[in-house]
């Protein structure tokens, strides 16, 4: 029995510290997500509220400074998780409004991520969000005109096309479940983050030439971006939108 009792007493030494940190830099990281979303539930207030006023003759891009912290709802945990707390969110790269009568808003901050017994980690975010210009039809009086190259465009981490329409079918993917046998029968070959583990049942999309394991696959995700058109110069457009 003692020796029993001696065991469960190093045993629990042991694990109990592991649990806490554990415990502790969930905790930390679930902090900081929840910071992300009021971050980004503040910027798109910011937008549309930015929107509303886009008629103005003269934008102030100083608006995005003076407008954001008010919408941020726990400046508490927004202080403690960012690099310099609310005044260390900057806004560079903003159009108050561009040549498609489009808001760009562009919100950039470090993330602290503070875990027990471990250096300080920081993670650069960014977050980009377009909001219609409430100007009204026939209201621009042509000054917004533009050449092509400064029209947006979207594109994906990959790069290799860009596309005139965010609706384009080429990102958003329509994902279908099926067997193996019938994707390798149609040409789909494997996808080579997930394919190789892959079994009976299988994922694949309308334009993709891919089959994956896993629904969750980093293949099957879009993650797009809006860019001036002058700035993805030599990429060709789409096949399926800008024709």
């Not at 979303?37 to 930015?50: C, K």
């Not at 409430?134 to 994906?156: A, L, P």
């Not at 079994?199 to 860019?227: F, M, P, Q, W």
Request: glycine share 6%.
């Amino acid at each position: 029995m003692k020796n029993n009792f001696g065991s469960a007493v190093v045993e629990a030494t042991l694990i109990i510290p592991i649990f806490l940190f554990s415990m502790l830099a969930l905790y930390s990281m679930c902090r900081c997500k929840l910071a992300e979303g009021i971050i980004y539930e503040a910027a798109a207030e910011t937008a549309e509220y930015m929107a509303e006023y886009s008629y103005l003759d003269e934008p102030n891009l100083l608006i995005p400074g003076m407008i954001m912290p008010q919408y941020i709802d726990n400046e508490e945990l927004v202080n403690e998780s960012v690099k310099g707390g609310i005044h260390g969110i900057d806004y560079i790269g903003t159009i108050t409004r561009d040549c498609n009568d489009y808001v760009v808003l562009k919100v950039n901050y470090t993330l602290n991520i503070d875990i027990p017994m471990m250096p300080s980690l920081s993670k650069k975010r960014h977050i980009i969000i377009m909001q219609r210009a409430y100007i009204g039809e026939g209201d621009d009086n042509g000054k917004n005109e533009c050449s092509d190259e400064d029209k947006y465009v979207y594109v994906t981490d990959n790069k290799e096309v860009y596309h005139s329409s965010r609706s384009c079918t080429h990102l958003k993917l329509s994902i279908h479940r099926t067997n193996i046998k019938y994707a390798q029968n149609y040409g789909f070959s494997p996808c080579e983050f997930c394919g190789d583990k892959a079994k009976d049942i299988v994922y694949i999309t309308d334009a993709g030439a891919k089959y994956h394991s896993n629904k969750e696959c980093s293949g099957l995700k879009r993650t797009v971006y809006a860019v001036k058109l002058s700035e993805v110069k030599g990429l060709p457009g789409c096949s399926r939108c800008t024709q």
